[in-house]
Nanobody, 119 residues
């Protein structure tokens, strides 16, 4: 089992920055991928950025050049630095962790943190 706790959301003006944090606890040694997803009202949840245990990162096209995903030194924390925010970035942002134990793959989600970008 893995528990995820997000923080860092809030209200910011367009062009501003926010840094989201996600702290994992529990069976963190089994985490293979951590990432950030977002869900805007009336839309499906979508991947924003992900990072593997080896440090490989991936970004949605909408996030490239503006957002940076990184991990803390203890490897149980993942950050999403969001710069040049736009109103269309407004959404609830969710932290995700994928664990692999032998052949069992599990998905874990945080409770979500609201990001609102005003124009």
């Amino acid at each position: 089992q893995v528990q995820l706790v997000e923080s860092g959301g809030g209200l910011v003006q367009a062009g501003g920055s926010l840094r989201l944090s996600c702290a994992a606890s529990g069976s963190i040694s089994s985490i293979k991928v951590m990432g950030w997803y977002r869900q805007a009202p009336g839309k499906e949840r979508e991947l924003v950025a992900g990072i593997t245990s080896g440090g490989t990162t991936t970004y949605a096209d909408s996030a490239k050049g503006r957002f940076t995903i990184s991990r803390g030194n203890a490897k149980n924390t993942v950050y999403l630095q969001m710069n040049s925010l736009k109103p269309e970035d407004t959404a609830v942002y969710y932290c995700n962790a994928v664990t692999v134990v032998v052949v069992q793959v599990n998905d874990y989600w945080g409770q979500g943190t609201q990001v609102t970008v005003s124009s």
